[in-house]
């Protein structure tokens, strides 16, 4: 099974300030088509998770672009270049090429 | 393009349940569909997959449900189940259907809540 693991768990953040997240897969997610099925997805408390970003580096649709995904093979970055207030709640990484595995989460919060 | 979740509840350990998901707003039969479920404790789980009917139909399972619990689809009701069996405490959880594409979930729905306890 493929483990995600995300830093920091937890990352308070000023208004228009950048933040940035990271992941570690624990094994290569470069797909045998070579795709790199790695995905971030947002969770606002009460709400359902939406995706943000997919294969590495696209945004999904309506995805502002102040959320910026890069990496590759084992380790992901999210970077948002600056905080606004409806940011707020849990990114979680999502890997898609074995099976589908999640990370446990990082946790926003505005200071 | 919407899921609804539905059928959740309250079920003893070791008592079965199934789920159901309406799809509406995009072609299904030719969607991959998954279940994740959450919970406070560990996050988000994925609990399976299954193919659309043209790309083979192959249903996925991770390890911690494999063999209790079975993902089955409707593709003339636009409907997507599970079927959970033999549950645990540790089953407890919001489960969300999703419709797959390019390697993650592309859309979610608003989840139904399974409660498993005596």
């Known amino acids: 099974d493929v483990v995600m693991t995300q830093s920091p768990l937890s990352l308070t953040v000023t208004l228009g300030q950048p933040a940035s997240i990271s992941c570690r897969s624990s094994?290569?997610?470069?797909?045998?088509?070579?795709?790199?099925?790695f995905n971030w997805f947002h969770q606002r408390p009460g709400q359902s998770p939406r995706r943000l970003i997919y294969k590495v580096s696209t945004r999904a649709s309506g995805v502002p672009d102040r959320f910026i995904g890069s990496g590759s093979g084992t380790d992901f970055t999210l970077k948002i270049s600056r905080v606004e207030a409806e940011d707020v709640g849990v990114y979680y990484c999502m890997q898609g090429t074995h099976g589908y595995s999640f990370g446990q989460g990082t946790k926003l919060e505005i200071k | 393009v919407q899921l609804v979740e539905s059928g959740g509840g309250l079920v003893k350990p070791g008592g079965c349940l199934r789920i159901s998901c309406a799809a509406s707003g995009f072609t299904f039969s030719n969607a991959w569909m998954s279940w994740v479920r959450q919970t406070p404790g560990k996050g988000l789980e994925w609990v399976g997959r299954i193919q659309s009917k043209v790309a083979g139909g192959t249903v996925d399972y991770p390890a911690p449900v494999k063999g209790r619990f079975t993902i089955s689809r409707d593709d003339s009701e636009n409907t997507l189940y599970l079927q959970m069996d033999r549950l645990e405490t540790e089953d407890t959880a919001v489960y969300y259907c999703?419709?797959?594409?390019?390697?993650?979930?592309?859309?979610w729905g608003k989840g139904t809540t399974v409660t498993v306890s005596s």
């Open positions: 094994q290569s997610l470069v797909s045998s088509d070579g795709n790199t099925y």
């Open positions: 999703t419709k797959d594409w390019e390697g993650g979930m592309d859309v």
